[in-house]
């Protein structure tokens, strides 16, 4: 563990030893249902409680690592709590690697900072919590429900050979009542998940600028989508899993995919494709949330010779609107209304709403466009808070 300068070595020891009347230390601000942890093997920030790799979880204390064997210090590029970090040296949703803490049942919200890292997603009860958080120091919060008094959480890779690392976690209890707040979960590929920092991000997918647009006094916004996913694998990788796990009545699932589906080397054909998309929405709707699903939009260059816009027969469009009709989902259309609004602002201007060189993926601007067609649209429908 790490302990605040100033410490005495004998006081540190008889901490270490358990000696009688000192007890075994506790979390930052655990008494007011807010927890503070910061990793690694430097000076602990202020208001924080210190964790390095080598702690290994105690009843009496409430905290720790189930496999301290499985962790490393490591330093980190940030400042304060971002300046150093534990390593998870074990990979998966399902590792029982897990960094754990003693909690009463209700609803928390976790913040998360990660350590130097390219690409590092966030699981809880075994399951994804946060998809893919990209570059050093990356931060993200989500509600969790614990009802077993503990809650277990572990950073594995976003891709494969990264490193995955966490330098502070804060967990605040939120209601005694361990249900999410009504919830929109978003399924997609790389024109729709997160990047990171989240609010200043150069690149970003639509879903991670949707919460401007949404009422967040009434709904939670989890965007579960991630570069280059097809339906296949939002099915099989573990992302529907953890939607399915927590969507309840009440919330909203918006799906998209598509573009990557049309791969040849995905080998996913448009029937194969409608198959994996049906059982999704199946399995979502038999949890009783509503399905939402939304075609991609097109490319930056889809204008014909009349500067017209228009990007119809791409990407599986044509399943996806069979799909909506025959399992009666909502339709958010947008390969037609992104291809309007390029239409109205011309070439230039929908260019430069795409990252320079790059005419698939938006840039933030153009996210926040697209997440405003969205919205809008869903406006539009009726749907509540929008």
């Known amino acids: 563990m790490k302990w605040k300068k100033g410490l005495t070595g004998m006081l540190l020891a008889a901490f270490l030893c358990g000696a009688p009347g000192l007890g075994i230390a506790t979390p930052a601000h655990a008494s007011t249902g807010e927890y503070k942890f910061d990793f690694g093997g430097g000076t602990v920030e202020t208001g924080y409680t210190g964790v390095s790799a080598s702690l290994s979880y105690d009843s009496a204390r409430g905290y720790g690592f189930r496999t301290p064997e499985n962790m490393r210090n490591v330093s980190a590029s940030g400042t304060g709590v971002a300046s150093d970090a534990v390593r998870f040296l074990a990979t998966g949703t399902k590792s029982e690697n897990t960094f754990d803490v003693d909690l009463p049942p209700g609803l928390y919200e976790v913040s998360v900072t990660l350590g130097n890292t390219s690409r590092s997603s966030v699981a809880a009860e075994g399951v994804y919590q946060v998809i893919n958080m990209t570059g050093n120091g990356a931060k993200d919060r989500f509600q969790i429900p614990v009802t077993d008094g503990q809650l277990n959480l572990l950073v594995t890779e976003g891709k494969e050979g990264a490193v995955f690392t966490l330098s502070a976690l804060e967990i605040r209890q939120l209601s005694s009542n361990p249900v999410t707040n009504r919830t929109i979960y978003i399924g997609g590929d790389s024109t729709v998940c997160n990047y990171y920092p989240l609010d200043s991000s150069v690149q970003a997918g639509w879903g991670q600028i949707l919460p401007e647009f949404v009422n967040t006094n009434t709904f939670q916004i989890r965007n579960m989508a991630s570069g280059g996913q097809i339906a296949r694998g939002f099915h099989h990788d573990g992302q529907l899993e953890a939607i399915v796990q927590y969507i309840k009545p009440g919330d909203y699932f918006i799906l998209q995919l598509g573009i ?102 938006p840039n933030f601007a153009g996210a926040r466009e697209l997440a405003r067609l969205v919205a809008q649209d869903l406006q539009r429908q009726g749907l509540s808070g929008f």
């Open 260 to 361: 990557n589906d049309t791969n040849p080397k995905h080998n996913e054909s448009e029937a194969e494709f409608k198959d994996w998309m049906r059982d999704m929405i199946r399995q979502v709707k038999a949890k009783g949330a509503t399905v939402i699903l939304s075609t991609p939009q097109g490319r930056a260059t889809d204008f014909n010779a009349n500067n017209v816009h228009n990007a119809e027969n791409r990407w599986y469009r044509s399943a996806i609107l069979a799909l909506a009709q025959e399992e009666q989902t909502p339709l958010v259309d947008l390969n037609v209304l992104s291809s309007a609004y390029f239409t109205s602002i011309g070439k230039d201007a929908t260019l430069a709403l795409y990252m320079n060189g790059d005419t698939l993926h």
